[in-house]
């Protein structure tokens, strides 16, 4: 089946230091959307991608999605701790514009001030 | 209302037992998603309405589950017969239009 899959699966980095998850789907999407969930709370949605070889920038967060449209990447410029959480991507499920998504298993980033 | 609430927040059971899960979707929303999340893991989808469509269950585990949703509001997920491996937080989310979701902050479910 369709599946959505994020490397890696874990960081540590040292404040300030740069950070990249990378996420690849097994199926072309339509887009692909981010989330964040910061220890003991929810997911929070950041940013939607849509069009092959997309970029684009919130603050110091750098979003891309391939131009296969099969895998996005989630980079943060210099770490802070307010940064701490677990990034997940999800993409459509399927074919049709429905809702339901596949998530990623998240990548967890813990920064170390 | 303001976002997505479900109740309660924390759940403890004993297993065997039945339980129901509430959420309440932001106003106007009409799709609804409930996922599962165990200790550390991914979102894993349960089912899904939209409007007056039929639901899409294709996420539910077991027959032990099953969800509704009154009025195209309010939705609640039962699990009949509750086993351990059941324990996970369950997250409900809703949508005004695809695609982007909007999270309650969970039930955190503990069978014993």
């Known amino acids: 089946g369709q599946q959505v899959m994020q490397i890696p699966q874990y960081q540590h980095v040292q404040e300030g230091e740069d950070f990249t998850t990378y996420c690849n789907s097994s199926t072309t999407l339509s887009n692909i959307q981010w989330y964040k969930q910061r220890p003991g709370g929810h997911p929070v949605f950041l940013i939607q991608l849509v069009k092959s070889g997309e970029v684009k920038k919130q603050k110091r967060l750098t979003f891309q999605f391939g131009e296969a449209k099969k895998n996005s990447s989630l980079h943060i410029t210099a770490t802070q701790t307010t940064d701490v959480g677990t990034y997940f991507c999800?993409?459509?499920?399927?074919?049709?514009?429905?809702?339901?998504?596949?998530f990623g298993q998240g990548t967890t980033l813990q920064v170390k001030p | 209302g303001a976002g997505v609430s479900q109740s309660p927040s924390n759940k403890v059971t004993e297993k065997g037992k039945d339980v129901e899960l509430r959420c309440d979707p932001i106003s106007g929303h009409t799709a609804l998603y409930w996922y599962r999340q165990s200790l550390g893991q991914g979102l894993e989808f349960l089912i899904y309405f939209q409007g007056n469509s039929a639901p899409d269950k294709s996420g539910l585990p077991s027959d032990r589950f099953s969800a509704e949703r009154t009025g195209g509001s309010v939705s609640t997920l039962t699990i009949q017969r509750t086993q351990q491996e059941d324990s996970a937080v369950y997250l409900c989310?809703?949508?005004?239009?695809?695609?982007?979701?909007?999270f309650g902050p969970g039930t955190r479910l503990t069978v014993l």
């Open positions: 989310a809703s949508s005004l239009a695809p695609p982007t979701q909007y």
């Open positions: 999800a993409g459509p499920s399927g074919s049709s514009n429905t809702g339901k998504l596949i």
